[in-house]
């Protein structure tokens, strides 16, 4: 009995911050730039670019406290529109990709967050490995809703150009 005490006592712990849990989605609509070497990207010579990027994702967070969240995140990107002529023809292209993200978020403060996640950007035919960063702030609407305001930045890692996509998000956010 007395090797189970240490086993038991970490059980009761853990089933303790899972009991004060508060889960919660999030929704958000971004507006940013695309930093990116847009020739090496695009492996041509432009004729015209721009790099402002929009998009909107979910994040749901099914372990969320006072302290820190773990959840994941489901989104679209918008990144770059180019043009280029091959020597006989014009061609556009319009760059977006859908996310995947874990996601970790802490609570240094109560309305002041940190946020961090890993996943990927699947593009037209492959995919990119992502690392988001994020320091944001909530403004308490009522008990359960709230505005979350986000600078983030999401680096893109790419074999022809790494991508730097910084923008303002902002969100509404539902906590259970």
């Known amino acids: 009995m007395k090797k189970a005490i240490p086993e038991i006592s970490l059980t009761l712990i853990l089933l303790s911050f899972i009991a004060q849990a508060q889960p919660s989605i999030e929704v958000y609509g971004f507006l940013g730039h695309t930093g990116v070497d847009e020739e090496a990207w695009a492996g041509n010579t432009l004729r015209e670019y721009e790099k402002f ?11 969320s406290n006072d302290l820190f969240g773990i959840g994941v995140e489901y989104g679209y990107s918008y990144l770059l529109y180019y043009a280029f002529s091959d020597g006989v023809n014009n061609i556009e292209r ?3 990709a859908t996310r995947f993200l874990a996601v970790f978020r802490l609570f ?14 699947f593009f037209d035919g492959f995919s990119d490995f992502t690392v988001a960063l994020a320091a944001g702030y909530q403004v308490k609407i009522t008990d359960n809703f709230s505005i979350p305001l986000k600078f983030r930045n999401n680096l893109i890692f790419d074999t022809d150009a790494n991508i730097f996509q910084p923008g303002l998000d902002v969100g509404v956010a539902y906590r259970f």
């Open 108 to 121: 240094p403060k109560k309305k002041l967050f940190f946020e961090g996640g890993l996943g990927y950007y």
């Open 94 to 96: 319009n760059v977006d």
């Open 53 to 63: 990027t929009s998009g909107y994702y979910l994040q749901v967070f099914p372990y």
